[in-house]
T-cell receptor
Framework: AQSVAQPEDQVNVAEGNPLTVKCTYSVSGNPYLFWYVQYPNRGLQFLLK??????LVKGSYGFEAEFNKSQTSFHLKKPSALVSDSALYFCAVRDMNTGFQKLVFGTGTRLLVSP | DAGVIQSPRHEVTEMGQEVTLRCKPISGHNSLFWYRQTMMRGLELLIYFNNNVPIDDSGMPEDRFSAKMPNASFSTLKIQPSEPRDSAVYFC??????????????FGPGTRLTVT
């Protein structure tokens, strides 16, 4: 069964510093990987996805993620954090070999960017 | 496009009452998903539909929960009778299908349910 792990409940970073939010996945076939962000009292918003091709994926709001097949990871990164980036971040995986469209979400990582 | 629309945004009800949550997916999206989010359990998939047909309802917690999708533009999630432990934020999401899973899901703003 497909699964995704976000090992950190919370990540703290100072504004202007680089940030990384970690995600590892487990699927039997080829993974489709996604990052979502959730601001307080809002639904999840799509940030970026990896389907195939270049291992470095660029997304919304200056975020990017690096797909690493050997380490089964898909870490979210941003070169310079903003206070407004503070939110809850979810990694998700879809196993295309199962034939289902179900997305499996991680438990979420709260990012706190201090001024 | 207005995005995924959910109603009501907030619902407060007493234990034992029936609760109906509503969702209008993005026009042209053929897959619809119902999720529940709580602090304890995080984000859980309850059920999803493809072309109005329920595909996987293994996440529905018990028989008190039911979901329908009578047409491509409307879905309901019903809880009868409601219990305090059903208090959560319920999200609806939609996605184009027939694309091999390439597309992301679009989430609605959620319904915050409080059962007293």
């Amino acid at each position: 069964a497909q699964s995704v792990a976000q090992p950190e409940d919370q990540v703290n970073v100072a504004e202007g510093n680089p940030l990384t939010v970690k995600c590892t996945y487990s699927v039997s076939g080829n993974p489709y990987l996604f990052w979502y962000v959730q601001y307080p009292n809002r639904g999840l918003q799509f940030l970026l996805k990896y389907i195939t091709g270049d291992n470095l994926v660029k997304g919304s709001y200056g975020f990017e993620a690096e797909f690493n097949k050997s380490q089964t990871s898909f870490h979210l990164k941003k070169p310079s954090a903003l206070v407004s980036d503070s939110a809850l971040y979810f990694c998700a995986v879809r196993d295309m070999n199962t034939g289902f469209q179900k997305l499996v979400f991680g438990t979420g990582t709260r990012l706190l960017v201090s001024p | 496009d207005a995005g995924v629309i959910q109603s009501p945004r907030h619902e407060v009800t007493e234990m034992g009452q029936e609760v109906t949550l509503r969702c209008k997916p993005i026009s042209g999206h053929n897959s619809l998903f119902w999720y529940r989010q709580t602090m304890m359990r995080g984000l859980e998939l309850l059920i999803y539909f493809n072309n109005n047909v329920p595909i996987d309802d293994s996440g529905m917690p018990e028989d008190r929960f039911s979901a329908k999708m009578p047409n491509a533009s409307f879905s309901t999630l019903k809880i009868q009778p409601s219990e305090p432990r059903d208090s959560a934020v319920y999200f609806c999401a939609s996605e184009p299908s027939g694309t091999g899973g390439l597309y992301e899901q679009y989430f609605g703003p959620g319904t915050r349910l409080t059962v007293t």
